[in-house]
């Protein structure tokens, strides 16, 4: 059976319906199933073919279930992408320079700053390198990509470091001065290496989508 465009959208509709809420997703079913159905089907009841389909690739009444493994495999794929990344920069000896040269900067600024005045420096060193995230997440809301899932995952790990680094810095404050100067010297180079990750995974999931949507002139 060779399927035509209003065939193609019904089976999209199908999905929709069915609970695969990302576009991405039911793009790659999609595929599959049309394949199936040209291999498979013998008859011309697109109906019938298609709740056949669905039943040889096991997702007649599972579709609801494959859209969370759906999701849950692509955050696997860039969770491990988010680590690999880390470990990546920590093997560059220029990434290795530029960590310890900051480590040097904020020990003498500890060093010769009252407290407060150096973990206001160190807050705003925080807000200056999650800026790029604000700038870059509001203008992607303006293209209109639609629900996608790896864009999705891909603003998610670019902001994760943001996300997560209210409760390091809170529990500094509970540490003696002595623990709270290593402490803060040492969480700002590993926040910026893991923006810096998250920034990389957010590039590549638009240009997947970017790429998938010219593939397909959508």
């Not at 509709?13 to 089907?41: F, P, Q």
């Not at 073919?49 to 040889?56: F, G, P, W």
Request: net charge positive; hydrophobic share 45%.
């Amino acid at each position: 059976m060779e399927l035509n465009k209003e065939q193609i959208e019904l089976i999209d509709k199908r999905l929709k319906s069915g609970g695969i809420k990302y576009w991405d997703l039911r793009l790659e079913m999609i595929d599959h199933i049309a394949t199936d159905l040209e291999e498979n089907a013998i008859s011309n009841d697109f109906k019938k073919e298609l709740n056949n389909s669905l039943k040889r690739i096991g997702c007649y009444n599972n579709l609801y279930n494959l859209n969370t493994q759906g999701w849950q495999n692509v955050n696997k794929y860039y969770r491990k992408k988010y680590v690999e990344n880390i470990k990546n920069y920590l093997k560059s000896p220029t990434i290795i320079l530029l960590v310890i040269l900051g480590i040097i900067i904020n020990y003498f600024l500890f060093d010769y700053l009252p407290l407060k005045t150096f973990k206001l420096i160190n807050f705003s060193s925080y807000v200056i390198v999650s800026i790029p995230f604000f700038i870059l997440t509001i203008k992607l809301w303006f293209k209109k990509y639609g629900k996608s899932i790896h864009l999705d995952y891909g603003i998610f790990y670019f902001g994760f470091a943001l996300i997560m680094i209210n409760l390091p810095l809170q529990i500094s404050g509970y540490l003696d001065v002595f623990y709270q100067k290593i402490f803060l010297i040492l969480l700002l180079p590993l926040f910026t290496l893991a923006t810096f990750s998250g920034y990389q995974l957010f590039k590549e999931s638009i240009q997947k989508v970017e790429r998938i949507k010219k593939e397909l002139s959508l």
